[in-house]
């Protein structure tokens, strides 16, 4: 479009000069095209400031309307209509829009700005008034109108001649600018002329004033279609090339008043002195406002430098981006005005590669800098090197007073960001170095495996791992399956193996292996397995394995088999005699089960057995099997110890209602049929459904037994010991009975055991002992010829609780009993082992004159050693040896036997469970000295013993 329009104006430009006729044709032909162009200009390039441009095609139509008027009005009128169109239509159009075209990029808008403009103004004034002024003003031949017409012309000229000065000292250089100053210029020259002229008289149409004329329309029109139009408007950054020259031309300006007196001095008089004065005084005026602006604008620049210094101080303490941003930020807000609305933007790395320069935001799509119209860029770069960017978005205004600080500012941000990077860069080299030391002295194996899985590097710790170098070999040779490592000999470690694809890496190229042997971790897991799942006493599996068992098996019945009075073997014998029972018993049982069953030490003296079967006969007959195995004793410490199971045994399925797969339901109901077997005769039971009221019974017992023992809930039953050989009574033992308030007269075989888990059987103990006591002595006081003894049963517990012995006595002495009327009977389990302490209390009762007695001899850990050392007086013979007396002659040579060793240890014999005339016969026959049973009664409360006493008719109670 441009070449299309330049063609055209040339060839109007042609016709109006060649073709006089068609002059006028040619002349409107080239205007239109001036406006149209313009106004084409416009559209296309879209200046960001429009009126100038639209003020210059004022100034062109005002122009040619002068031109037109000067067609038809008198040349010699002087002023005339054209006078009043140009130097009130054109002239003031055309100044104003050149100078805000000069005025619409980022020029500095500050009063230094409009002093130096006026300096200049100025000086070009004083040379106008001198020359061109001056002598209208002196010619009296002319009239007022005609002296103004005169002045106004070149003072207009003179103002266009100072705003393209400043353009051409400001303005971007471009071909829009040319062309603009190619329009003033030749409109300068035109109207200098057209005006000498026409006070001639001789202008006319056609003549070389014309062609300055179309030579101003054709530029301007060009002006406006050229690109470059759109960049006169835009804002920019002003570098100290566009200062210096306007400093040089302002110190031109200044020198006009000293020049003129110095030529008007070298050609005569000086005339215009007055005039010379005045504009001396008005620069020198200016001059020295220029000057206090300059000072002020020092104080600003020290006030920007400070600003800077404490950013600069601010950086240097700066370690990372965000650090720096920071410090920018503020410096940005401490350089600009208070109050003054902006924002600031630090990008690292940089995203273009332009250099300092005004953007558009709009244009630039930034979501950070939105709400402004404009922003400020400046890249950080360091030796040609860009490490980020600077953005700054506020005001125009503010940003041209920003630009040389924040170049400064931007400087000083990049040498930071440099540093930074630089440090981070020796940091990493610092951290590769600390790794590859790492990694050359790790434990672990490090492996790059290429993509033909061929190893292509190994760190120093493969050796160790692999016994051989292992590059160049396959993955395969040096790792199996199931993270398993194959040494050099053959042998294999156990290993865990991590791997990351890096062969996008290039400097990996490969997969990366880190292998960690774990040989010895998985050795010593295995081992606390065994040890989580290992009875560390017996050897065998311990509860955890066993529920373990239980879980998995799917049709099974469990066994439960504990060690009847095990605690009375801790207590007198001790833990390392307990233990080594424990093993023995352990080893015995699974002798008796063996495989497929599984035996398990469930706890203290506790064993369990599955067996993968759901018959019950099966599991009755292991059950009876069990017991019967055990009846043997046990060699353990150096004596003979007699250890004898209780077995509860539960089947799965329990019920159609119930859940097959619980083991623990099945190892409740075991342990609940296992204490429905303690104290039987049979000394096992399977889980029946009526065998959970026995266990809610004993819960209840257990419950209620100590509220038993403070409302002195028990009562004491006493079964008479009668001299075999004459019938006559001989004494009492006392029996405990608990008188429990809904359940009834409870047996001691129900609690007894119980008051021992319970810690109770002590003061219990005391109880019986206390009131066996006082009933003894009501004994004697009805029946003093016959004195009868009183026996007490007496726990190990009870025996080994401190001051036993000085309970006793002190019983005895409150009472006022004789010692020997009182027999303290004791279990053998109490006499196993060579505990000093309890063989003292025994001789200390013995001492007092208290008789002692070995309760249930021969049932238990009979030690035949002990009766010679451990001061005793009688032995009562179980109810077990007296049964089979009179049917079996084995049993009756082993009690003739028993009987014999007392006579010759002179200890008394007390049989127990008499219940036949036979038994009684064949004791006596042997020379059993006592006996008692249900043959003479059962026991009996106090007051039905008294009438016992007197149906024997053998005393007489006391008057």
């Known amino acids: 479009m441009t070449w299309v329009y330049a063609l055209c104006a040339l060839a109007l430009a042609v016709g109006y000069v060649l073709v006089p006729a068609a002059g006028l044709l040619c002349y ?3 205007v239109a095209a001036t406006f149209a162009a313009i106004g084409y200009g416009i559209r296309r390039h879209r200046p960001r400031r429009k009126v100038p441009w639209l003020l210059w095609a004022g100034g062109s139509f005002m122009l040619a309307a002068g031109t037109a008027a000067a067609l038809v009005v008198d040349s010699t009128q002087n002023p005339s209509v054209v006078d009043a169109i140009s130097l009130g239509g054109t002239f003031p159009l055309l100044l104003l829009g050149l100078l805000l075209l000069s005025r619409s990029g980022a020029a500095n808008r500050d009063w230094a700005t409009i002093v130096d403009s006026a300096i200049f103004t100025a000086g070009a004034g004083l040379l106008a008034w001198v020359y061109l002024i001056d002598p209208y003003l002196s010619d009296p031949g002319l009239t007022a109108g005609q002296k103004a017409v005169s002045i106004a012309y070149p003072l207009c000229d003179v103002m266009l001649l100072a705003i393209m ?11 829009s600018v040319a062309l603009l100053l190619t329009s003033g210029a030749v409109l300068l020259v035109s109207d200098v002329v057209f005006s000498l002229r026409r006070l001639n008289g001789d202008w006319d149409l056609g003549s070389f004033v014309d062609v300055g004329w179309i030579v101003f329309f054709a530029a301007g029109g060009l002006a406006a279609l050229h690109p ?5 408007s835009e804002p920019r950054v002003i570098g100290s090339t566009q200062v210096k020259p306007r400093r040089a031309v302002l110190g031109v300006a200044s020198l006009v008043a000293p020049g003129i007196l110095f030529a008007e001095a070298l050609a005569g008089p000086v005339h215009n ?14 001059s020295l406002g220029r000057g206090s602006l300059a000072a002020r604008s020092v104080g600003h620049t020290l006030s920007r430098e400070r600003a800077l210094r404490r950013a600069c101080e601010a950086l240097l303490s700066a370690t990372e981006v965000s650090g720096v941003e920071a410090v920018v930020r503020r410096a940005v807000g401490s350089l600009l005005r208070p109050g003054t609305a902006h924002r600031t933007v630090l990008r690292v790395p940089a995203t273009r590669a332009d250099g300092m320069r005004m953007r558009y935001i709009r244009e630039l799509g930034d979501s950070e800098l939105e709400g402004f119209e404009l922003a400020l860029y400046c890249p950080l770069s360091i030796g040609g090197v860009r490490l980020g960017e600077l953005w700054v978005a506020a005001d125009e205004r503010a940003l041209v007073t920003l630009q040389e600080s924040v170049r400064v500012l931007a400087g000083q941000a990049a040498s930071m960001l440099d540093h930074i990077a630089l440090n981070r860069e020796i940091t990493r080299r610092d951290s590769e170095a600390y790794f590859r030391t790492l ?92 040890r989580a799942y290992l009875d560390p006493l017996t050897g065998l599996g311990n509860r955890l394995r066993f529920q373990d068992c239980v879980q998995g098996a799917t049709a099974a019945a469990v066994l439960i088999v504990d060690i009847d009075g095990f605690r009375t073997v801790n207590d007198t014998m001790g833990q390392e005699v307990g233990d080594e029972l424990l093993r023995a ?24 057995v599955l067996v993968p079967t759901t018959e019950v006969a099966a599991v009755e007959a292991l059950a009876r099997h069990i017991v019967e195995e055990f009846r043997p004793p046990f060699l353990v410490g150096g004596s003979v110890v007699t250890a004898l199971p209780s077995v509860g045994a539960a089947i799965s399925p329990f019920s159609q209602d119930q859940d097959p797969d619980d083991p623990a339901r099945l190892l409740r109901e075991a342990d609940v049929a296992l204490e429905s077997a303690k104290g039987t005769p049979e000394r096992w039971r399977r889980y029946e459904s009526a065998m959970h009221a026995q266990a809610l019974r004993r819960m209840r017992l257990r419950t209620d037994l100590d509220q038993a023992l403070a409302t002195d809930a028990f009562v004491l039953h006493y079964q008479p010991i009668v001299d075999l050989a004459t019938g006559r009574p001989h004494g009492f033992e006392a029996l405990v009975r608990w008188q429990h308030p809904s359940l009834g007269l409870v047996p001691p075989l129900e609690f007894i055991e119980i008051a021992e888990e319970c810690g109770l059987i002590v003061p219990l103990g005391d109880w019986v002992m206390r009131n066996a006591i006082a009933t003894a002595v009501k004994f004697r006081q009805l029946y003093p010829a016959e004195s009868p003894t009183m026996s007490v049963n007496v726990s190990v517990r009870q025996f080994r609780s401190p001051g036993f012995v000085q309970r006793v006595l002190t019983e005895l002495a409150q009472a006022s009993l004789p010692a020997y009327a009182l027999t303290v009977e004791i279990t053998e389990s109490l006499l196993l082992g060579d505990d000093e302490h309890i063989h003292a209390d025994l001789a200390a009762l013995r001492a007092a004159g208290v008789k002692v007695s070995i309760d249930d001899f021969g049932t238990g850990y009979s030690s035949l050693s002990y009766l010679h050392r451990v001061p005793v007086d009688a032995l009562k013979l179980d109810k077990s040896f007296v049964d089979t007396i009179s049917t079996s002659r084995r049993q009756y040579d082993l009690v003739r036997g028993i009987v014999q060793l007392a006579r010759t240890l002179d200890l008394s014999v007390v049989a127990e469970g008499i219940e036949t005339e036979a038994h009684r016969q064949r004791l006596a026959d042997l020379r059993c000295g006592f006996g008692q049973g249900y043959l003479f009664t059962r026991p009996l409360p106090f007051a039905e013993a008294l009438s016992w006493l007197r149906s024997q008719e053998v005393v007489e109670p006391a008057a």
């Open 28 to 30: 409107v032909g080239l």
């Open 165 to 175: 000065v400043r353009m051409v000292l400001e303005a971007r250089r471009s071909w």
């Open 228 to 232: 470059s139009m759109a960049e006169l």
């Open 273 to 286: 002195g007055l005039v010379i004065a005045v504009g001396s005084a008005a620069l020198v005026a200016l």
């Open 439 to 530: 990694v050359l002295n790790a434990a672990d194996v490090i492996l790059i495996v290429g993509e033909d899985d061929v190893i292509t590097y190994a760190s120093p710790s493969a050796r160790p791992l692999f016994g051989t170098d292992t590059v160049g070999r396959t993955l395969g040779d040096v790792l199996r399956p199931g993270e398993t490592a194959v040494r050099a000999d053959g042998t294999t470690a156990e290993v865990e193996v991590t791997v990351r694809d890096l062969s996008d890496e290039p400097t990996v190229a490969g997969r990366v292996l880190t292998i960690h042997d774990v040989t010895e971790r998985r050795r010593l897991e295995r081992e606390l397995l065994d």
């Open 585 to 608: 018993f352990g080893a015995r049982l699974v002798d008796v089960c063996p495989p497929p069953a599984t035996v398990a030490r469930l706890g203290a003296d506790e064993f369990g």
